[in-house]
């Protein structure tokens, strides 16, 4: 089984509503959005453990 591209989900009719292709979609959409998710709060994490760094160097 394949998983359906977004044009083929919004074409499919009405009665394939949330079926086994339509889930497998889904399941691999949130998977991609948690990688993604994932990534951006580590970048995140390191610029502002970067920021911190610099700020307990800068003499006052």
Avoid: C, G
Wanted: no cysteine.
């Amino acid at each position: 089984m394949s998983i359906m591209t977004k044009e083929e989900l919004l074409a499919a009719p009405e009665e394939d509503y949330i079926n086994e292709q339509q889930q497998a979609f889904f399941r691999q959409l949130l998977l991609d959005l948690r990688e993604e998710t994932v990534e951006s709060m580590e970048k995140a994490k390191k610029q502002v453990a970067a920021r911190i760094r610099r700020f307990v160097k800068t003499p006052r």
